[in-house]
Structures are given as C-alpha cells and as structure tokens.
C-alpha cells in the first residue's frame, strides 16, 4: 500500500518509476524494460547507504559483540602492539602533566623508531587515545595475548616513553606503577629499571650511586651483602639484556637494552669494588 502511494505521488511529477524489472513512464502507461546503467546506479546508492548503515551498527554495538580494540578478536600483530603502545602512552603522558604537548610530539617520533610504518600517529589522535580506551580493558587483554617478556619489554618501553621529557611527576610514575602490578610483574626490576632512567638524567653517575641504589638496580633488597647472591643475580640480568642476546629485537628495543645491560655492569663492578 505504502509502495502504491509512492509510485502514484511520483508518477504526478511525470518522473520514470521503477517496477519488476521495468519502468513506468508516468503520464503514457507504458511499461519500459529498465537499461543497465539504471541497474548499475540503483545498486551503488544501496551499496553506499548499506556501507554507511553497517558501519554505523559495527561501531555502535561491537563492544558489546565482542568486536573492536582490545576484544578477543584483536589480534596480537605489529600494527595492534603499536596501537597499544600509542593508547597507554598517550594515558600516562596525560597523568604526568609536564610539557604535554611537546612530549606527544617525542611521542610521534618513538613510536616510529619502535615500529617503522607500523607506528605513524597524528599528534591530535595520539592525545586524544586516553578518552577511548580505559586501562583496565587494555591491561585485561594484555595478559591474555602477551608472554612474560613481552610485558617486561612493553614497560620497559613505557618508561623510556614517559623519561623523554627528563621531567617525571610521582603521579605519573605511581600509575605506571599500578599498571606494572596489574601485569603480574616484578615490583623490583620496575624500580631497577626507573633508577636506571633517572641515574640518565643525574649529574651522580651509577658507579657513585650509594650502595642500596645499586642493589636496586640489579633487582636486588637494599640490605644484600652476599657476594654469591650478587654476582648470580648479575649474571641472570646480564644474560637476559646483553646485546648479543636481543639480536632478533627491533634497533631501537636492541638500543635501550644495550643502556640497560651498561647500566647493570656498572652497578656490578661498583658493587665488587666496595
């Protein structure tokens, strides 16, 4: 009925109605088969409207179907690890409240140091990442894809990413921190490794450092006299960071934990010394 009315309320502008196949040139009843390029246009305006339709649903309800970023569906690949760097940076960089607008631009440049093309943002997209996704959501899916040493290399790169500034607040440390916690890491390589982004940024080089900093770094209590427990402890941490065992890494991850294992020789030879 509905389709009547419109064919009848069209057919008084004279206009040419589609019908099983054929046209009705209105006014001269008489029925026209309908040319293919009618076909062709009918079609690309369904596929438009179709496309815009579903597009609209999938981001409405994918959450909720278990769809998009971070859902079990999101594929531990290079192009999502990079998302997922950018989308915690992004949280932490906010929580840190130190030239942020110059930090997002440092940003830009890690991510692709760390990911190449995998890594390429807008500025405006990376700080506005932080409103989408919560940390929770991300910390979940995180300790479903990611194995031990790809959580440790993933805090290590946030700490690099949060000390491009030099300048880090305790708040944006503590939540660091928080997140360290909710990955089932160790509390103290985290420190170790803060303490090893700070001696960077210090006039006090790490063999100058007092002795329960030391131990610190090399992941050890600040009260470890043992010189067995020390040394097993160096040999552990050096065989993880040498250079010679991250060769399969990217440059830049091979980079950061070439400074990483320097750092730790020198608070073992500081040790042996004392």
């Given at each position: 009925m509905l389709l009547n009315l419109v064919i009848n309320a069209t057919a008084t502008f004279g206009t040419r109605i589609p019908r099983g196949g054929y046209y009705l040139?209105?006014?001269?009843?008489?029925?026209?088969?309908?040319?293919?390029?009618?076909?062709?246009?009918?079609?690309?305006?369904?596929?438009?409207?179709?496309?815009?339709?579903?597009?609209?649903?999938?981001?409405?309800?994918?959450?909720?179907?278990?769809?998009?970023?971070?859902?079990?569906?999101?594929?531990?690949?290079?192009?999502?690890?990079?998302?997922?760097?950018?989308?915690?940076?992004s949280h932490f960089i906010r929580a840190n409240h130190i030239n942020v607008f110059q930090h997002f631009a440092q940003l830009r440049l890690q991510l692709f140091r760390y990911f190449v093309d995998k890594g390429k943002y807008a500025q405006k997209e990376l700080q506005d990442l932080h409103k989408l996704h919560n940390l929770n959501e991300i910390c979940n899916w995180i300790n479903?894809?990611?194995t031990l040493d790809e959580k440790e290399q993933l805090i290590e790169m946030l700490i690099n990413i949060l000390f491009l500034n030099e300048s880090v607040s305790k708040n944006a440390i503590q939540q660091l921190r928080d997140f360290n916690s909710q990955l089932d890491l160790c509390?103290?390589?985290?420190?170790?490794?803060?303490?090893?982004?700070?001696?960077?940024?210090?006039?006090?080089?790490?063999v100058n450092a007092k002795r329960h900093q030391l131990l610190e770094i090399l992941e050890l209590p600040g009260n470890t006299t043992d010189q067995t427990i020390i040394k097993k402890k160096y040999r552990t941490l050096a065989k993880k960071y040498h250079p010679d065992a991250n060769k399969k890494e990217d440059p830049s991850v091979r980079e950061d934990r070439a400074k990483h294992f320097m750092a730790i020789k020198a608070a073992?030879?500081?040790l042996m010394k004392q």
């Open positions: 040139l209105a006014g001269e009843g008489e029925e026209k088969e309908i040319p293919l390029y009618m076909w062709v246009i009918i079609g690309c305006i369904a596929l438009v409207i179709l496309s815009f339709l579903g597009y609209f649903l999938f981001h409405t309800f994918s959450k909720q179907l278990g769809f998009g970023p971070f859902s079990k569906y999101f594929k531990k690949n290079k192009t999502n690890k990079a998302f997922t760097l950018a989308v915690l940076s479903e894809q990611y509390e103290k390589h985290f420190f170790a490794t803060i303490r090893i982004r700070l001696n960077h940024f210090t006039d006090q080089p790490i073992y030879e500081a």
